[in-house]
């Protein structure tokens, strides 16, 4: 399978614990966030978003927060399973841009049972 | 409902071949995008389209890569005289909406070029 966890930071969680994974942007600019769980051999499958002007909300069993003043992100995973096991990505598109999302370099989750 | 779907899943290229890599967007999807992965990195944009409408190729590599998509549904990413460097996971993204929101990715498709 795809080594998409090479050279990552890594995360070991236990079982049933919560996560949480997080991410640092650059661009002031930036003003649609989203993240991403890949899995080996496969493509980046979306996981929730937020817009500049929010600064938490929540899915099933996750929840992103966003601080614009100091330009982080992060991802809390409740309740993390053994299926939560993958490398995750932040992406940011900026307000000036055209459509493109900028991919931070990615964490590796790794759930102990 | 369906997502979206790449072919080949693999492809291997001796240098200096030619290749074209194949999207299927999710039905009605007006925006597709196509990003490039590396090993162990995350995927890097290379060109976007509003229906048949190429409006972004500012993260193509050289002119040796074309993407087209003449009737704004399925799209083709075409490598010329590929190169070791192109080897790589090629992914597509669709979205419903205008912009880059809500991306959906496809599987992508790895290519090795030897």
């Known amino acids: 399978g795809e080594s998409v966890g090479l050279h990552l930071p890594t995360l070991s969680v236990q079982e049933g614990d919560n996560s949480i994974i997080n991410c640092a942007y650059s661009n002031s600019a930036s003003d649609y966030f989203i993240w991403y769980k890949q899995e080996s051999g496969k493509g980046p499958q979306f996981i929730i978003d937020?817009?500049?002007?929010?600064d938490k909300r929540q899915g099933q069993r996750v929840t992103v927060l966003l601080n614009k003043t100091v330009k982080h992100l992060s991802l809390q995973i409740a309740a993390t399973q053994p299926g939560d096991s993958a490398v995750y990505f932040c992406a940011e598109k900026s307000g000036g841009s055209q459509g493109n999302l900028i991919f931070g370099k990615g964490t590796k989750l790794s759930v102990k049972p | 409902g369906a997502g979206v779907s790449q072919s080949p899943r693999y492809k291997v290229a001796k240098r200096g071949q030619d290749v074209a890599l194949r999207c299927d967007p999710i039905?009605?999807?007006?925006?597709l995008f196509w990003y490039q992965q590396a090993l162990g990195q995350g995927p890097e944009f290379l060109t976007y389209?509003?229906?048949?409408?190429?409006?972004?190729k500012s993260g193509l590599p050289s002119d040796r890569f074309f993407a087209e998509r003449p009737e704004g549904s399925v799209s083709t990413l075409k490598i010329q005289r590929t190169q070791q460097e192109d080897s790589a996971v090629y992914l597509c993204a669709s979205s419903v909406r205008e912009g880059g929101y809500e991306q959906y990715f496809g599987p992508g498709t790895r290519l090795t070029v030897t």
């Open positions: 937020i817009r500049s002007n929010m």
């Open positions: 039905s009605g999807h007006v925006s």
């Open positions: 389209f509003q229906n048949e409408a190429q409006l972004d």
